[in-house]
């Protein structure tokens, strides 16, 4: 059972849905490469319930044009994540030292955190 999970929100502009999927499916791969035990990207379909007044869209500031994504990446422990995280961040500065990578979303509406694993199976 994972024990560890970092999650993400992101407001992702529609028109750049395809070019943050590439960008995602070329993360997991390294993560994945690298030990992670899973990787998921998941788009909004269902931001409106009724009972909850702070939603996913609020807090990633959605504007016009733009949905929420969420994302996870499970690991044996806090450890064992920034083991493959170190990995994963010298694969890729590696591989696009110099060159400028022009990211598909807001990094300033782009939450993070690490989480351990409290109730699963």
């Known amino acids: ?31 994945m490469k ?11 379909d269902d931001m409106t319930p009724g009972h909850v007044v702070f939603t996913f869209p609020k807090m990633a500031k959605v504007k ?11 690991f ?6 920034n083991e493959v995280n170190k990995k994963v961040m010298e694969y890729f500065d590696k591989k696009y030292a110099g060159k400028n ?7 300033k509406r782009f939450a993070y955190g690490g989480f351990t694993v409290e109730v699963g199976a």
């Not at 993400?8 to 499916?25: H, N, W």
């Not at 929420?68 to 499970?74: A, G, L, Q």
């Not at 990578?101 to 990094?107: E, L, V």
Request: proline share 3%.
């Open 34 to 44: 690298f030990g992670a035990l899973d990787y998921k990207e998941c788009r909004a």
């Open 101 to 107: 990578q022009d990211m598909p979303f807001d990094m």
């Open 1 to 31: 059972m994972a024990k560890y999970v970092d999650g993400f929100v992101l407001a992702i502009p529609k028109k750049k849905k395809d070019a943050y999927k590439k960008m995602a499916k070329e993360g997991r791969t390294a993560w």
């Open 76 to 81: 044996n422990s806090k450890k064992h994540r």
């Open 64 to 74: 016009e044009g733009e949905e929420v994504w969420f994302s996870f990446i499970t």
